[in-house]
Every structure is written in C-alpha cells, then in structure tokens.
C-alpha cells in the first residue's frame, strides 16, 4: 500500500539530507537559561506547618495523596485508547505547520534554490516535510506509544488464541463461531489501530504539501488544510458507518457468520476509504511538483523505495 510506504520514508528520514536537517532544526526558538527559584525557608517552614494543620482539621485531605497517583495510573492504563485522539489533533497541526514552514521558505526567496538543490521539487518538499514532522518530540512519542501499544494488543490476541486452542483441545464442543469471533474482533482493531496512525500522519503531511503547492495565503491554506481533514477523516467514518447501519437493518439478528464478515468489511472500508485518499493526494501532489515522466522516475526512486 502507498500510505505504509510513505510511513517508511517518515518514520525513517536521511538524516544526512541538507534540506531534512535544515526543517528539522530551524525556527526552533533559543532556549533561555532557566532561572532557578529558592524559596526561602522560613515560607517553606510556614507551608508545612499549614498543611499539617490542615490535614488534622480535615483528614479527607489525605485522599488528594492517593488520588493523585492512581490518576496517573489511569492515565498510563488508558494511554493506548488515547493514542488515537492525540494522532487526529498532531496531525491537523501537522498539515499547518508544513505549509507554513513551505511559506516562510517562499518568502525568504530560499524556496527555488532548496528545489534545484534536489533530483526535483517533489523529492525536495517531501524531504522538508519529514523534516518538520521530526522537529518536535510528539512524532517520536507517536511512534513509541503505538508500537508499544501494538505489542500488547498482539500479547491480548496471543492470549485468546491460546484460550481457544486450549478450548479446542479439552472439549471441541465449548468452542464455536463466538468464540472465534473474539480473536477476529482483536485482530480487526489492531489493523485498525496501525492503520489510523500511519495513515492519519501521510494524509496530513500530503494535504499540507498539496495546499502549499498553490500560491495562497497562509491563513487561507492553513484554514483550508484544517477543512479538508475534518472532511477526509469524516468521510471515512461516515461511509463505514453508513455500511454497518446499513446491514444492521438489514440483518436483524444476524448469525455470527454475518457479523463477522460485516465488522470485516465495514473495516476495510474505513482503510481503503483513506488509503484512496491518500493515493489521490499524492497523484495531484506529483501533477504539481512533477510535470516530466523523468522527473517522476527520479522522484519514485528516492522517495518510493524504501531506504
């Protein structure tokens, strides 16, 4: 598929290319020295003081102390399911940021010589924005969270299919097609989740460069940017929607069968409705950059081959 090869080039940049290294690392505002504060001790004295004091007037207080930890606890435990909310957000980000890096480029006049420095413009703005998606920490985060959310969703997987072959083995009779559609349902999600932070970060990226192949503004471009991916993650989940309420009408009380292979389709649906998309952008994308057949030869070597 396109959107996993055009992961691959992001997710494992050259970080020996000039115009990599010069996105990823410029308009990084300087850090300043931090200050460091000392409280004095007398005020630190007083606290303490008063804390205690609150805490034996009040001993419910003392739930704040345990109440804070098992937050976090929760935060962590639920961080799997977050993950894909927090791909949605960076990536709406991440579409504005490239068109205003592209922009300040084109203003500074340094655009035409970044594109001439390249095989052609489309390598060079692709490589810009690999270099903007690494420039801060959340790609990084994006990446390690979701793999190590992926390996514990195969722990889970691995688990029930264990179950079902000890099920199997004692007694055939205990295991049918519900409990065959436990492990699908697994497998379905874990698709699903790969499939959304992969391609919800290429489809960013592609909107972003698309819209900044065309002589807008950047308040324009960054607006419509922010419209065309509302509009693109919503068509997905609306036409899987549609297709799952679709059949649930028309299948009253489905088999178990039916219910697989609806939940199976209505899956593919939301993956291919964006793999699509994806490969639209990318052909309007090369139309724009690319107008030689050579120029796409040189493009597809570096850009389409894995590295």
């Not at 139309?287 to 030869?297: H, I, K, P, Q, V």
């Amino acid at each position: 598929m396109l959107s996993s090869r055009l992961w691959r080039q992001i997710a494992q940049p050259d970080t020996r290319n000039p115009i990599f290294r010069r996105a990823s690392q410029s308009y990084k505002p300087a850090s300043a020295p931090k200050r460091r504060y000392s409280f004095p001790r007398p005020l630190l004295l007083i606290a303490g003081i008063a804390l205690i004091v609150a805490v034996a007037l009040q001993p419910q207080l003392l739930a704040l102390f345990f109440g804070i930890p098992m937050v976090m606890i929760m935060l962590v435990v639920a961080s799997p399911a977050l993950l894909p909310l927090f791909a949605l957000v960076a990536g709406m980000f991440l579409a504005v940021e490239i068109i205003g890096g592209i922009t300040r480029e084109k203003r500074q006049h340094t655009y035409e010589l970044i594109c001439s420095s390249t095989p052609g413009s489309l390598y060079a703005n692709w490589s810009f924005a690999r270099g903007i998606t690494h420039r801060g920490g959340w790609f990084a985060a994006l990446r390690w969270g979701g793999a190590w959310s992926l390996r514990l969703g195969g722990v889970v997987l691995g688990g029930a299919l264990l179950l079902i072959l000890w099920l199997l083995l004692s007694d055939q009779a205990q295991v049918g097609l519900e409990q065959l559609r436990v492990p699908l349902l697994i497998a379905l999600l874990l698709v699903l989740y790969y499939s959304h932070l992969t391609q919800t970060v290429v489809l960013s990226t592609l909107i972003g460069l698309f819209l900044s192949s065309f002589d807008l503004d950047k308040r324009d471009a960054a607006f419509i940017s922010v419209c065309l991916y509302i509009l693109a993650q919503a068509l997905s989940i609306g036409l899987a929607l549609l297709f799952y309420v679709t059949c649930s009408r028309l299948f009253y009380e489905p088999q178990t069968l039916v219910s697989m292979g609806v939940e199976s389709v209505t899956v593919g649906i939301v993956i291919l409705s964006r793999e699509a998309l994806i490969v639209a952008l990318w052909r309007g994308l090369r139309a724009r950059l690319d107008s030689s057949s050579l120029g796409y030869t040189l493009q597809s070597r570096h850009i389409l081959v894995a590295q």
